[in-house]
Every structure is written in C-alpha cells, then in structure tokens.
C-alpha cells in the first residue's frame, strides 16, 4: 500500500471495552485496562505505516454518567498511562496533544496531559490526539463562545464568521478534518465525536471490540478507505 493512497488523518472512536471484559467475565476496568495495552499497539502501528494524525476518543462529555468508581479508573488508567508511555513517546517521534474540556479533571491527570505535551512538542513522525471529556457538540460551543468573546471586544466583526473561523476555533485546530473514522464494537453511529470535522469523513464500523482491533483489521480500514471515492460534494 502506497503512503499517497493512505489517509492523512484517522480517528477511532474506541468502543467495546467494557462489553469484551464482560463476555470474559472479567471487571469493566480490565477490559480499559486491556484497550489501553491495545492503544500502545495501533498507536505505533500507525506511526509505522505513515499515518500522520491519529486522533482517539479516550472519554466524552457523556462518560461521566457512568458509575464513579468506573470514570475513576478510567482517569487512573489515563494519568498512569500517560506516565509510563511519555519516554516511549519521545522516542518514537510522537507528539501528543489533547481535545476536549479539561476543567471537569482532576489536577493529577491535567498534570500528566501537560507534561506529555510539552515533553513531545517537537516530535514529528506522528501527531497523536487523545479526546477526553471531549464531545463534537461541546467543542461548538466552546468555539462560539470564544468568537463571542471576540466580536464582543472588536476584535472581529459578525461578517468575519465563516467556516474557517469556526474551525480555527475548535479544539482540533492544528490537526487536519479526518479523512477516515473507524469506530469499534459493531454501533453504528458516530457518538458525537468531531460532529464538524468529519462533515466529509470515510467512515468504517467493524463488530470488533477495541481490544480486539488488531493491525490486520486497521489494514482492512486503511484499505476499504483507498477504494473510495471522495468527492467532497462534487461530481
């Protein structure tokens, strides 16, 4: 597979944790614990293949509706996560940054994200974003409240809002509109994930439970995307 076939940017909404430890028998929180083994995995697949923006929907704004002690294993698995992968990230060349509204995490883990980010801010091979307490609807109007603010203070005026603006305002700012998004577990909807930057997205479901999302179902992803026609509107 040529690296100009390849999508420049793929994000995974990673679903299914919970139902793969269930059918084990096995806790909610070691079925987290094996998708974050599988993060590591695709992570540095992809950066191997020439993936050159990945983003992961680790946590939504929704998430905090789950049982307590649930979300805060989910934030320990993150915050130690994030302390045992940062050497591997800067020895792989990965940047990581992270979308989503942080004021709802704790210090602990708002310090782990801030390490991780100046740590690996020059790093090149692959831009790597984790989505937590992230959603598409809440990245909106977060944007529009800072362009708010903006007209407010004359900085710009209301004709000035276009397209561009509104995204120059998002949280995903730096990163390219995805160009395929894969979601896992067999659901068949989008979960309001990246609700404006996936307006001309691939898409491809597969029933595979993220910890079971392996390198050859990625390859399968990749290859579906460079049999499709992208026509962004056109003819």
């Known amino acids: 597979?040529?690296?100009?076939?390849?999508?420049?940017?793929?994000?995974?909404?990673?679903?299914?944790?919970?139902?793969?430890?269930?059918?084990?028998?096995?806790?909610?929180?070691?079925?987290?614990?094996?998708?974050?083994?599988?993060?590591?995995?695709?992570?540095?697949?992809?950066?191997?293949?020439?993936?050159?923006?990945?983003?992961?929907?680790?946590?939504?704004?929704?998430?905090?509706?789950?049982?307590?002690?649930?979300?805060?294993?989910?934030?320990?698995?993150?915050?130690?996560?994030?302390?045992?992968?940062?050497?591997?990230?800067?020895?792989?060349?990965?940047?990581?940054?992270?979308?989503?509204?942080?004021?709802?995490?704790?210090?602990?883990?708002?310090?782990?994200?801030?390490?991780?980010?100046?740590?690996?801010?020059?790093?090149?091979?692959?831009?790597?974003?984790?989505?937590?307490?992230?959603s598409g609807r809440d990245d909106i109007v977060r944007a529009v409240r800072r362009i708010a603010i903006k007209i407010a203070s004359k900085e710009i005026n209301i004709e000035d809002i276009d397209d561009r603006l509104i995204s120059q305002e998002l949280d995903t700012r730096d990163f390219p509109d995805p160009d395929l998004v894969i979601r896992t577990s067999g659901e068949l909807r989008i979960s309001n994930f990246l609700l404006w930057q996936s307006a001309y997205s691939e898409f491809y479901f597969t029933p595979r439970f993220w910890p079971d999302f392996d390198e050859k179902e990625f390859d399968s992803a990749i290859e579906a995307y460079t049999h499709r026609e992208r026509r962004f509107g056109g003819i």
């Open 1 to 134: 597979m040529g690296s100009e076939n390849l999508p420049v940017h793929v994000a995974i909404i990673m679903d299914g944790n919970g139902r793969w430890a269930q059918a084990r028998g096995l806790s909610r929180i070691s079925g987290h614990q094996e998708g974050k083994r599988n993060v590591k995995r695709i992570v540095k697949y992809a950066a191997n293949l020439g993936i050159r923006y990945l983003t992961l929907f680790a946590f939504s704004t929704e998430n905090w509706r789950r049982p307590k002690e649930e979300v805060n294993g989910l934030m320990e698995i993150l915050r130690l996560g994030l302390q045992e992968e940062r050497p591997e990230f800067i020895r792989e060349g990965i940047k990581v940054v992270f979308f989503g509204d942080r004021s709802r995490l704790s210090e602990e883990v708002i310090r782990e994200m801030e390490l991780t980010e100046e740590a690996t801010k020059f790093n090149d091979k692959l831009s790597l974003a984790f989505a937590i307490n992230y």
